[in-house]
């Protein structure tokens, strides 16, 4: 079994930073895609960034140029850090992960607990 713990949220004002991590544990295991979204109250989770094993990554529109996610394979961590934050930024944050079992071969969806994110005006 697979588990993905979050870290890092919080209260922050407009145009402040904050820097959130996601630590897989576990056993015999290999992350393939890992991805931040996040959901505010009354909207659909929406996809934030999505990193490859390979470091490609994919940010949506409204981060583009104030996010960045980062990935250290070697700790099976996720981090994305957040800079110039808005109002609008402001939801629960999820840490995403596509992981192979090397001992099943079999792939499956991992998703973290969540960490709030508030940024007030």
């Known amino acids: 079994q697979v588990h993905l713990v979050e870290s890092g949220g919080g209260l922050v004002q407009a145009g402040g930073s904050l820097r959130l991590s996601c630590a897989a544990s576990?056993?015999?295991?290999?992350?393939?895609?890992m991805a931040w979204y996040r959901q505010a109250p009354g909207d659909q989770r929406e996809l934030v960034v999505v990193?490859?094993?390979?470091?490609?990554?994919n940010y949506g529109d409204s981060v583009k140029g104030r996010f960045t996610i980062s990935r250290d394979n070697a700790e099976n961590t996720v981090y994305l850090q957040m800079n110039s934050l808005k109002p609008e930024d402001t939801a629960v944050y999820f840490c995403?992960?596509?992981?192979?079992?090397?001992?099943?071969?079999?792939?499956?969806?991992?998703w973290g607990q969540g960490t709030q994110v508030t940024v007030s005006s």
């Open positions: 990193i490859t094993s390979g470091g490609s990554t």
């Open positions: 995403h992960a596509d992981i192979t079992s090397t001992w099943s071969l079999r792939s499956s969806d991992y």
């Open positions: 576990g056993n015999n295991f290999r992350i393939n895609v």
